[in-house]
């Protein structure tokens, strides 16, 4: 009895170790690790997906956000030789394109002469350069200042002819070649004395920048503009720009050159932030800028476009 109950405990033992280490139960155990590896991948790869997922999605939302943020503006050669930033020297001419388009006789234009005089009926000016000045005249009364007037305004090519065969080039330069081409330059006066002299020169000197004007040719620059001084000619060039020529002590030839190595400025003036760049221009041109600004574009009559965004 004693037997049978060894062997009977022998062949129990013998199962048992089968259950777990026979063929049957290597399989399943190679069943689940490879269930087990089965789901480890299938969870990399998607989480891997929503990674490259999520990445392709913010890309392409960042270029959608991008493009909504940015207007395309086509700019062509014209516009070079076009605006209130021209350079017109002896090497830069005035084109026929470039001549302000609101040309007005002052003398027929009442409501613009109002506080100053002109020397004759004849003088003509762009008409929104002259409500400028209007401003400006105003502004000087305001410092007891009120003796002005305008012996110079716009010429066209052929009176600007007449005037250099009649002064020679001592004292005219030839059509075309002359700032009063364009209709954005004035000869300002005094009925009182010379302006270098006049207390209209000395307040024009330090406030005309304020309304957009410019002293054109300075005394202490004649080597640059290649013009002997002339305190009594001025030029429209607009805000912020003659701000920046003020603080700078630049002409307009230091100005766009100054603009053409920089390529961009950032300013302030009287608590407005500007942003002026500077684009070359070859046949036409798509230029990307910010989105809900407010921008103007100028010429510089030479190679490219002067672009001021508030």
Do not use: C
């Amino acid at each position: 009895m004693k037997k049978w109950g060894f062997f009977v405990m022998i062949i129990l033992l013998l199962g048992v170790g089968f259950r777990y280490f026979g063929p049957s139960s290597q399989q399943e155990n190679k069943l689940m690790n490879e269930q087990r590896l089965v789901r480890g991948e299938t969870a990399t790869n998607s989480e891997s997906n929503t990674g490259s997922n999520t990445g392709s999605n913010t890309e392409s939302n960042t270029n959608k956000n991008s493009a909504a943020n940015t207007v395309s503006i086509d700019i062509t050669e014209d516009q070079v030789y076009q605006g209130d930033l021209l350079l017109v020297n002896k090497e830069y001419p005035v084109r026929e394109e470039s001549v302000k388009a609101d040309i007005v006789n002052l003398f027929e234009q009442k409501d613009l002469v109002q506080g100053y005089g002109l020397l004759d009926t004849n003088i003509r000016l762009s008409k929104s350069v002259a409500q400028t000045f209007l401003k400006m005249i105003e502004d000087a009364k305001g410092d007891k200042v009120n003796n002005f007037l305008i012996s110079s305004g716009y010429r066209d090519f052929e009176e600007q002819d007449g005037l250099y065969q009649q002064k020679g080039s001592d004292y005219a330069l030839p059509a075309g070649y002359s700032e009063h081409n364009l209709g954005l330059s004035l000869d300002i006066g005094s009925t009182e004395a010379e302006m270098s002299t006049a207390s209209e020169g000395k307040w024009l000197k330090e406030n005309a920048w304020k309304h957009g004007f410019i002293l054109r040719y300075p005394e202490d620059k004649t080597a640059i503009t290649g013009i002997q001084y002339e305190p009594w000619h001025f030029r429209y060039v607009g805000m912020p720009h003659s701000a920046i020529m003020q603080e700078r002590g630049f002409t307009l030839e230091e100005y766009v050159d100054f603009l053409r190595d920089n390529q961009s400025l950032l300013t302030e003036v009287d608590g407005k932030y500007y942003e002026v760049t500077y684009h070359p221009v070859s046949d036409d041109t798509a230029i990307e800028l910010p989105a809900g600004r407010k921008y103007e574009i100028s010429g510089n009559n030479i190679d490219g476009v002067i672009i001021t965004m508030e």
